[in-house]
């Protein structure tokens, strides 16, 4: 414990009860770090810092003006950042055809503009030496039925992240992207009580079981500590997933169905 000791992190995605970014924050501050969550639900955020002993900042990450003020509570009340990461995302599942204009503006806005902008704003709060960490996906690499959009953005995000990489490594600043797989969360939650999807997914893990937001978690740690010499990549934490595949629409249905039938 303690690799984190010292530093400020900033988490944005955080406000859903027990998601990936709730999780994350609070393993960083069991490693040391004083975290700032952030997200759209101020009470839910509320609750958090008070069990974190942190701060909440209630911030839209498509909103310039909110992530200003997030990096400014960061700077002015604990001195800086040192660590910033963002697990917002929406999980849009629509086929191809039917995505609406809608609804690639809102996810662009969310999962590609708002990323760029959060990233932004940290960078010019960031010290010397720390880390940006972005959760993009396994499907930014392999397929998945149904997701493109989603895909498409997250893709996006890893190769703005290698950018920054490559412009900020000379302040000694990371910057790096964490891929999960199918992974039990909130988000999830339907198709994770569904034993059928469940066991679908799990014959294309090499490791044998599908991903936790703990993974995730213990991913971050690694990439926010002094031990990390890594900058620029997407960190595949998704059980060997991506050496595979996906299931097909048609291969989750037919489970699901057998399993009604059984």
């Known amino acids: 414990m303690g690799q984190l000791a ?7 995605g955080a406000a859903g009860p ?5 999780v994350i924050a609070r ?4 490693e040391g770090a004083r975290v ?3 997200g759209r639900d101020a009470e839910a955020l509320a609750e958090l810092a008070q069990e ?3 701060i909440a900042v209630a911030c839209d990450i498509t909103n310039e003006a909110d992530l200003a003020a997030l990096a400014d509570v960061a700077t002015a009340q604990l001195g800086g950042i040192d660590i910033a990461l963002n697990a917002t995302g929406w999980g849009l599942l629509k086929p191809f055809l039917d ?3 809608a609804d690639i503006e809102k996810i662009t806005a969310l999962q590609f503009t708002g990323a760029i902008l959060f990233y932004q704003a940290m960078l ?3 010290r010397d030496g720390g880390s940006l960490i972005q959760i993009s996906s396994a499907t930014a690499s392999i397929m998945l039925e149904d ?5 498409g953005t997250k893709a996006g995000t890893d190769h703005v992240i290698r950018c920054i990489a490559n412009e900020f490594g000379q302040r000694g600043i990371r910057a790096n992207s964490i891929a999960p797989g199918f992974t039990a969360t909130p988000m999830t939650a339907r198709a994770v009580r569904n034993q059928a999807i469940i066991d679908t997914f799990t014959r294309e893990y090499p490791l044998g079981r599908v991903g936790t937001s703990e993974d995730i978690a213990e991913a971050a740690v690694w990439l926010s500590s002094d031990a990390c010499f890594m900058t620029g990549q997407v960190l595949q934490v998704n059980g060997g997933l991506t050496l595979r595949r996906n299931p097909t629409n048609a291969e989750i249905g037919a489970a699901v169905r057998a399993a009604r039938v059984g």
């Open 52 to 54: 974190l002993d942190g």
């Open 99 to 101: 995505t609406t204009k």
């Open 36 to 38: 700032v969550v952030a």
């Open 147 to 151: 997701h493109a959009a989603y895909m």
């Open 27 to 30: 393993r960083f501050a069991a």
């Open 124 to 126: 010019r709060g960031m």
């Open 6 to 12: 010292g530093k400020v992190a900033v988490v944005i």
């Open 18 to 22: 027990d998601n990936m970014g709730q």
